[in-house]
């Protein structure tokens, strides 16, 4: 890494927002559960969580574009988003959780889509090296799973909320650290987003990481749940998140030596091939050890390899001038629109069905991804925009 390029500082925040995250994902519905919320109500405060990634990252993606300060719209948006979470402190009553839900995650989801674009526009030339940077997200993320799990199991899960206001200060700090980086603001541009937008592989590529998203909505939700309902204790149910953790630090590793043999589109089809195999998996089998560390395993390419691919992918399509505003268009039907379908659908349905129903249903999302991105995702049709 050049001496320019501030690897550790870009790496401590991705260390950081990650060990939020494992701190908040494989236990905030076990939270919400023990505050007695029904699985109808954790899947519609999940949603709104999710949800807000549709507008929310698209409005500050375009001003960081027009202001040129990414860095300085992660600022303002981590802060209010640590000081929001400690809402969940006050009560606990469902009106006041979706009001603070969608209140923190306006500014939580702001964060991660405009430190993608500004660790590429630090990059530069050597954009190759995201995955080396990016691979701390996954370290931080074992790190919390890990220590979080063993915590709630020797205290109480009662003490979740006061850890994520911690972890979320964390990332406020690290980013006041972190230089920022000059980028071209979007009224240089020849193109207008929208020309990029409307070409029929753009529209493809955000549908088939919108269901792909929506394929891992009854993991990100009810996996501890469902885990816990097959008898798994919160420490085992920590290692199994973190699993799925450590296989992505194995692919972010070779992953610049895997571009330089394998195409952004072989990738993807294989990852969404994969999605398919390990959602039958946890259907069918989790009640097998073996088999459901195999399925976690896969998480390196249901996530992974699928995620390095869209962010090379959204560089190329929307260029410099809109980077910050492409990063969060993917984040928005990904994370965003993808992520609260799988909410919903999973919620309305877990109670009704049952897990192994709700997990094939997810295959067949990822195979309907698949099936799109083999017709039109990555054939070279689209073009980037400088």
């Not at 790190?143 to 003490?159: A, E, H, M």
């Not at 993807?268 to 998996?281: D, K, N, Q, T």
């Not at 709700?358 to 980037?384: D, E, P, Q, R």
Request: aromatic content about 18%.
């Amino acid at each position: 890494m050049q001496s320019k390029t501030p690897y550790w500082r870009l790496s401590g925040f991705y260390f950081f927002y990650f060990a939020t995250l494992g701190g908040f994902l494989p236990f905030w519905s076990l939270y919400l559960k023990e505050c007695s919320f029904s699985a109808a109500e954790i899947g519609e405060l999940t949603a709104c969580m999710v949800g807000t990634k549709i507008i929310a990252p698209n409005l500050w993606g375009w001003i960081a574009d027009q202001t040129g300060k990414s860095l300085r719209v992660i600022r303002i948006a981590s802060f209010f988003a640590m000081v929001l979470f400690a809402g969940f402190l006050y009560k606990q009553s469902f009106q006041w959780f979706a009001f603070v839900t969608v209140s923190f995650s306006f500014f939580w989801n702001a964060a991660l889509p405009q430190f993608e674009a500004a660790t590429l526009h630090h990059l530069k030339a050597e954009q190759h090296r995201y995955s080396h940077i990016r691979l701390w997200g996954s370290i931080g993320f074992i790190v919390t799973v890990s220590g979080v799990g063993y915590l709630l199991d020797l205290y109480s899960i009662k003490l979740l909320p006061y850890l994520i206001v911690l972890l979320l200060a964390s990332i406020w700090l690290i980013s006041l650290l972190t230089p920022e980086v000059s980028t071209a603001k979007a009224s240089q541009a020849a193109v207008r987003i929208w020309q990029i937008v409307k070409q029929p592989e753009i529209i493809a590529f955000l549908l088939v990481y919108m269901l792909l998203q929506a394929a891992h909505g009854p993991y990100y939700v009810f996996f501890s749940i469902y885990l816990k309902q097959l008898g798994y204790s919160s420490s085992m149910i920590g290692m199994l998140w973190s699993l799925g953790a450590g296989a992505e630090i194995i692919v972010f590793i070779f992953m610049r030596q895997l571009l330089k043999f394998v195409s952004l589109r072989r990738i993807l089809l294989v990852s969404a091939l994969l999605s398919i195999l390990r959602w039958l998996m946890i259907a069918w089998y989790a009640d097998n050890l073996y088999i459901l560390l195999s399925a976690q395993v896969l998480h390196a390419a249901t996530f992974g390899t699928a995620h390095v691919a869209a962010i090379h992918l959204v560089q190329s399509y929307f260029g410099q001038h809109h980077q910050g505003k492409g990063q969060a268009l993917y984040s928005s039907c990904s994370f965003g629109l993808g992520g609260m379908l799988g909410g919903l659908y999973s919620g309305y349905a877990w109670d009704i069905y049952d897990g192994h129903l709700v997990y094939s249903f997810a295959a067949i999302l990822s195979a309907l991804a698949y099936i799109i991105a083999v017709i039109w995702v990555g054939k070279g049709k689209a073009f980037c925009h400088q």
